[in-house]
């Protein structure tokens, strides 16, 4: 492994918008590069400009506690940091890699999370994370906290050739049963699911039921993007040691696009499939409103439930206004609170828009949305 360590400028990356995948609003990279070497990652891909040979060098903020120190004191700060999970992991590098072992940034963030009472969302590939239970379960206790696990399959020979470095899916699912007896909510992104590797019905299957019996409050579903260059090269390479003569089933799937993502109708049957079994063994695929609802504020409640509906509308194959609002509402300026009473000319929403946001303005709970989610995992 070859190591740069690097000083950098700053830590905290804010969204333009809060994610709803995450539901975050900041996140941050400790390392770029990572030996975890997953062949699918597109932190390979040119557009990252990671520094070295990607899976072999990683570039390590050394300075990352201090910054995020001073990016969180609000004494620094002209405009107060807005409210929800910090996210710690990112594309370009997994915060528990194994460079962690001898830099311990992500403890030592976790500790300044700590001091300044953030919400946390961990998402990681290694089950070093359960060294950290301590902190992320004090963490817990005072605001929030959700250790996730990625996976592409529960198939353990699949994992070693694509996550050659990776804690085994069966490992990182046992340490997500540790961090739920302890009280602390766990999720899993079955992401990416690789073609015509693990996204047959049967393997999207046996990875949700093994969430399940893991104890996780979500499993949160994605296909794999393949960007034209190194990445797409250097997974062409493992693929075609791994089952050779995929080649033109997949130039078919992945004509060029600037995202790399699959053709549409592909992504539709995927997405389908998932949630077919997931809604059949009964777990939640959004983040559950008990896990956020009452830690974001109102504007990004609303965004997120508006988000999630038109995600379950899409699904079922029905257009939706949802996402149109979602975006009008986050793209504003003033916080939607001070434009209550004028929704619908200020953001160009119709009336059953309008009546479900009331409703999530006045109880932070959205009826629609939670028919898509277990009875346990609904707002409050
Ligand atoms: S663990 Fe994440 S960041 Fe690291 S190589 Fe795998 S996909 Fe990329």
């Known amino acids: 492994m070859g190591i740069i ?10 969204h333009k918008r809060i994610d709803g995948w995450f539901v975050c609003r900041y996140g941050m990279n400790l390392y770029r590069g990572c030996t975890h070497d997953c062949a699918y990652c597109d932190g390979r891909a040119e557009g990252y400009y990671v520094k070295g040979a990607f899976g072999q060098d990683v570039e390590v903020k050394i300075n990352a506690p201090d910054l995020l120190q001073r990016e969180l004191n609000p004494t620094r700060r002209r405009k107060p940091l807005k409210p929800g999970y910090v996210m710690i992991g990112g594309g370009v590098g997994d915060a528990y890699q194994p460079a962690n072992e001898t830099y311990q940034l992500a403890r030592r963030v976790l500790a300044v999370l700590e001091t300044y ?3 946390v969302h961990i998402l990681t590939k290694s089950c070093q994370v359960q060294r950290d239970l301590d902190i992320i379960a004090r963490i817990n206790d005072k605001q929030r906290a959700i250790v996730s696990m990625s996976l592409s399959s529960v198939d353990d020979a699949v994992a070693r050739v694509f996550e050659p470095e990776c804690s085994l899916p069966r490992d990182r699912l046992d340490t997500l049963s540790k961090f739920k007896r302890a009280g602390i909510s766990t999720g899993v992104f079955l992401m990416p699911v690789i073609p015509f590797v693990s996204d047959t019905s049967e393997a999207i299957e046996a990875s949700v039921r093994a969430a399940l019996e893991a104890g996780v ?4 579903f994605g296909g794999m993007t393949l960007k034209t260059g190194r990445q797409r090269d250097h997974f062409t390479r493992v693929l075609d040691n791994f089952r050779p003569g995929l080649a033109s089933a997949y130039a078919r799937l992945y004509t060029e696009n600037r995202w790399g993502t699959p053709n549409q109708n592909y992504h539709t049957a995927i997405y389908r499939t998932f ?12 983040m559950p409103p008990r896990l956020y609802a009452d830690i974001v504020d109102d504007t990004d409640r609303v965004v997120v439930m508006l988000d ?3 995600y379950f509308h899409q699904l079922a194959g029905q257009p939706s206004p949802y996402g149109r609002a979602a975006s009008a509402i986050a793209k504003h300026p003033h916080p939607i609170s001070l434009i209550r009473s004028d929704l619908r000319a200020t953001y160009g929403i119709g009336q059953e828009v ?11 709970s959205c009826c629609r949305l939670n028919t898509f989610f277990p009875k346990d995992q609904r707002a409050q």
């Open 217 to 220: 409050d979500f499993v949160i």
């Open 275 to 286: 949630a077919r079994i997931a809604d059949e063994l009964g777990i939640a695929h959004r």
């Open 5 to 14: 360590e690097t000083t950098a400028k700053s830590l905290l990356s804010k």
């Open 354 to 364: 309008e009546k479900i946001i009331q409703e999530i303005l006045s109880t932070g």
């Open 308 to 310: 999630h509906l038109a």
């Open 117 to 119: 009472g953030f919400p």
